[in-house]
């Protein structure tokens, strides 16, 4: 009996020891990297059941493991574990176990709208397969009583949303994207991808086996669902709404955009442009020899760090391209927000003809056309009601292809240098605040290095993506730094992340002249996208 007793007071002093050896978790660069290896062609592979699986219990096995071994509090890192453990039973046709993972990632999901509307598709597709009986009226059924049962208030963004991507997704949209996004990675390094790759490679399998042949039954569903309590949200807004009135004897502000560029044209047309009194446009000289050419309203650099007199992104012919861009870009916004508009019925059936072959070209052009209006969007919202703004443009240039450029330690310093000299231009002009809707992490460095087949081995491309990071980030920083007499308002970010854990910059510095922004919805809620962590309003 006493033996007994020792060797069970062993094995639970033994237990008790590993789980208190169990490695914490600071940041999401801790975790480690896995490798796994995929023969031939992407779209080839994710139609491909038995291949599917295999990499799915290597997965499987290294997610397992990690939770085994990482002492992991970050709940935007175990939700995405528990996602991809319920993708992978999903690929196992193991019910049960999925919506073991659902309830998991539920109760550690702090936004409402996603608590209630998630796995809201695959629990109605469960309980209509194991009915044993037709799938589609099941489903339809199902559906639409769980759908029926949200409270519309905290939900009808999340269902907006999943039914304009019900209504554009397609086979063709998906095999598409990863013949331009993951075949290159595996052409490059003989088939070998990292954890992030094959687990989006699992999804794609269940989105095309599971969510595409039923997309009709859901965006049917949720529009009766939204037709039948078509009530706006409570706009807040229109009772913040502070507008200065013209003709005061006021001294005017000058904020600095610092964005992917900007249309001074509109701004020049009601006053709110600032100008740069010692510079004669469009001469092609620096009359005031501050080291840029024909700044007049502002200063550009390219996807490089150059110096460009281009103060607007450029899109090639604009008068051919822009209506087109611009048409495809509000489509998409009007879809995802319920709105029956001409775009959206345009952009539904452009996108129902796609061939696999043209997704590549028709991705990109609406991502150059985001960097072609995104910094003028920006000062339309930091001009409202300010008669006083004086609009001094910095444009900041961002890749618009799915295979980024590479990452270089040379790029880095490149970066940094031009971060230096932005600050310094926003010192010299009086600038009191700027504006910066965008940022930057460690993991995003290191993605990029994978899609291009660079840095080499997992490890190494860590440490190098690593000390790209470190470069960008400390010229960032010690730049903002030196300037405490500038305001920077910059965004926390639209990945539903902890911009502290992915080191997120610049929202995650720590400065008294920075405060980083959330994104709330009409009614002053936070929607199931933005970033949180260091988060100074929301």
């Known amino acids: 009996m006493r033996t007994t007793l020792l060797i069970l007071l062993t094995m639970l002093m033994a237990v008790s020891g590993f789980a208190q050896d169990r490695i914490k978790i600071e940041k999401l660069d801790d975790l480690p990297r896995y490798t796994y290896n995929v023969d031939g ?68 999901e702090d936004k409402e709208a996603s608590r209630l509307t998630s796995g809201m598709f695959m629990q109605s597709f469960i309980t209509a397969i194991r009915s044993g009986d037709d799938i589609g009226p099941v489903l339809r059924r199902e559906l639409t009583q769980r759908v029926n049962a949200l409270p519309y208030d905290i939900v009808q963004d999340d269902i907006k949303s999943t039914k304009g991507t019900a209504e554009i997704i397609t086979s063709n949209l998906i095999m598409g994207s990863l013949d331009a996004s993951v075949q290159p990675v595996l052409d490059g390094a003989d088939g070998e991808i990292s954890k992030d790759i094959a687990t989006g490679l699992l999804g794609a399998y269940t989105t095309i086996s599971y969510f595409v042949p039923q997309k009709e039954i859901v965006a049917e569903v949720y529009k009766a669902y939204l037709d039948a309590n078509a009530t706006e949200k409570e706009d807040i807004w229109a009772d913040r709404d502070f507008e200065l009135p013209p003709g005061q004897d006021v001294e005017p502000v000058v904020i600095g955009i610092w964005d992917s560029g900007v249309d001074t044209d509109i701004y020049s047309r009601t006053n709110q442009i600032w100008v740069n009194e010692n510079e004669i446009p469009n001469n092609g000289k620096d009359d005031d020899n501050n080291g840029f050419i024909d700044d007049v309203h502002g200063i550009a650099f390219d996807l490089h760090a150059n110096k460009t007199t281009e103060m607007l992104y450029p899109i090639g012919d604009v008068e051919a391209d822009r209506p087109r861009l611009q048409s495809l870009t509000k489509g998409l916004m009007d879809l995802q927000a319920n709105i029956d508009s001409e775009e959206a019925t345009a952009l539904r059936a452009e996108i129902g003809k796609l061939e696999q072959k043209d997704v590549q070209t028709f991705i990109e052009d609406i991502s150059k056309y985001g960097n072609y209006s995104h910094g003028t969007h920006v000062s339309g919202i930091a001009a409202k009601g300010n008669p006083y703004i004086k609009i001094l443009g910095c444009r900041l240039t961002f890749g618009y292809t799915m295979i980024p450029e590479v990452p270089t330690i040379e790029q880095a310093r490149k970066d940094s240098a031009m971060y230096w000299e932005v ?67 910059t965004s926390a970010g639209n990945s539903d992340n902890n911009v502290d854990f992915e080191e997120f910059l610049p929202s995650s510095f720590r400065l008294p002249n920075i405060i980083s922004i959330g994104a709330v919805d009409q009614a002053g809620e936070e929607t199931s996208f933005t970033s949180f962590g260091k988060v100074d309003v929301y």
Do not use: C, H
């Not at 699986?53 to 085994?68: N, S, Y």
């Open 41 to 108: 062609k992407a779209t080839d592979f994710v139609v491909d059941r038995e291949a599917v699986l295999e990499l799915a219990m290597q997965v499987k096995r290294d997610i397992l493991d990690d939770l085994d071994t990482y002492e992991i509090e970050d709940p935007t890192t175990l939700k995405n574990y528990y996602t991809d453990l319920g993708t992978i039973a999903l690929i196992e046709k193991d019910w049960d176990t999925y919506l073991k993972y659902l309830e998991m990632r539920k109760e550690i």
């Open 423 to 489: 600050i310094d231009y926003f010192k010299q002009n009086d600038v009191r605040v700027v504006n910066m809707s965008w940022g930057g992490s460690v993991a995003g460095i290191e993605s990029a290095l994978e899609q291009n087949n660079a840095g080499g081995t997992p490890e190494e491309r860590k440490e190098l993506a690593r000390e790209i990071f470190e470069i960008g980030k400390a010229g960032l920083l010690q730049a903002m730094t030196s300037a405490p007499e500038i305001l920077f308002v």
